[in-house]
T-cell receptor
Framework: GIQVEQSPPDLILQEGANSTLRCNFS?????LQWFHQNPWGQLINLFY???GTKQNGRLSATTVATERYSLLYISSSQTTDSGVYFC????????????FGKGTKLSVIP | DAGVIQSPRHEVTEMGQEVTLRCKPI?????LFWYRQTMMRGLELLIY????????DSGMPEDRFSAKMPNASFSTLKIQPSEPRDSAVYFC??????FGTGGYTFGSGTRLTVV
């Protein structure tokens, strides 16, 4: 099945700093999503982004499908951005479900 | 919209007991997914329904696990008998379109502890 690798596994930022999280995947995909799991365990869908670039406030994401990677940018980080960020893709062609990476754990300190 | 609703939020049960987790997807979403999250294995898909029909249950760990979706607005995940290694957070998610499009919406999860 498809392999999903996220980097870095852990990241500590000072409040106000910017960061880039990376997701590499081993096969072509027609669906890619970024999720944020907050410290209370809730999983929030940030972006559905199989290709191109999207922005939502301080967050933006870019997927380059031909090169099999996606980037999540967080600007002017806030303590509420802390948590784990997951990238997820379908496990194979024609698959409906998502396979999740192991995540990047982000800690934003005041 | 109230989002995906799961119940209970927390469940503590003794080994050997039956456990039933419940999920109400977002109205109009035709795909429903059950995931399990543990520290060791991360997020794992257990089963996926499309239009109330189970499409892929290859992630269900063993016969002790079963899932049903009797109608478009309700699904259950049952564990009988439960074991301590079943302790995890179980998430339900729904999606508006089945084939690789649209975003998932997750419920708040059920934290299951089997003692």
């Amino acid at each position: 099945g498809i392999q999903v690798e996220q980097s870095p596994p852990d990241l500590i930022l000072q409040e106000g700093a910017n960061s880039t999280l990376r997701c590499n995947f081993s096969d072509s995909v027609n669906n890619l999503q970024w999720f944020h799991q907050n410290p209370w365990g809730q999983l929030i869908n940030l972006f559905y982004i199989p290709s191109g670039t999207k922005q939502n406030g301080r967050l933006s994401a870019t997927t380059v499908a031909t090169e099999r990677y996606s980037l999540l940018y967080i600007s002017s980080s806030q303590t509420t951005d802390s948590g784990v960020y997951f990238c997820a893709v379908p496990p194979g062609a024609g698959s409906y479900q998502l396979t999740f990476g192991k995540g990047t754990k982000l800690s934003v300190i005041p | 919209d109230a989002g995906v609703i799961q119940s209970p939020r927390h469940e503590v049960t003794e080994m050997g007991q039956e456990v039933t987790l419940r999920c109400k997807p977002i109205s109009g979403h035709n795909s429903l997914f059950w995931y399990r999250q543990t520290m060791m294995r991360g997020l794992e898909l257990l089963i996926y329904f499309n239009n109330n029909v189970p499409i892929d249950d290859s992630g269900m760990p063993e016969d002790r696990f079963s899932a049903k979706m009797p109608n478009a607005s309700f699904s259950t995940l049952k564990i009988q008998p439960s074991e301590p290694r079943d302790s995890a957070v179980y998430f339900c998610a729904s999606s508006p379109r089945g084939f690789g499009t649209g975003g998932y919406t997750f419920g708040s999860g059920t934290r299951l502890t089997v003692v």
